[in-house]
């Protein structure tokens, strides 16, 4: 007999790469933070200014309840700064997902050094476990 269940596993670092969607800068940052992953955000140029100070909110949270501002970092890269870190981070990354059109997806495919989840409506950083009983 099997029993089933559902358990949260951390990743570890995960990439959102997404084009101008400060929302994303909201949404990925709370969800890494609670399901124990550090978190990465590469959002468009068009709205680096938002991101940066949502991002910095965030810092100031995480300061404020004495959490290391580690868990959540904007990298302010270009587009060859960032295919140049997708090809060698200059960190770790275990896993990148793209949240966009076609092209960005197909950029952070043909560029990624590590697994890419490709995903329509959301994440899901919860995986369900087999174990025998």
């Not at 709370?30 to 938002?50: C, P, T």
């Not at 004495?66 to 959540?72: C, L, N, P, R, Y």
């Not at 997708?86 to 950029?107: H, M, S, Y």
Request: charged share 20%; aromatic share 8%.
């Amino acid at each position: 007999m099997m029993k089933i269940y559902n358990k949260t596993a951390a990743f570890g670092t995960i990439l959102i790469i997404y084009e101008s969607r400060p929302d994303v800068t909201v949404e990925a940052g709370g969800i890494a933070f609670k399901s124990g992953n550090k978190i990465l955000l590469k959002g468009g140029k068009e709205s680096l200014q938002s991101n940066l100070k949502i991002v910095s909110l965030w810092h100031q949270s995480l300061q404020d309840n004495e959490v290391s501002t580690d868990w959540v970092e904007y990298l302010n890269y270009n587009r060859e700064e960032t295919q140049a870190f997708l090809e060698k981070p200059t960190q770790r990354v275990d896993l990148i997902v793209p949240r966009g059109g076609e092209n960005l997806i197909a950029f952070t495919k043909k560029h990624a050094s590590c697994p890419v989840i490709v995903s329509g409506m959301e994440i899901t950083l919860s995986m369900s476990i087999l174990k025998p009983i």
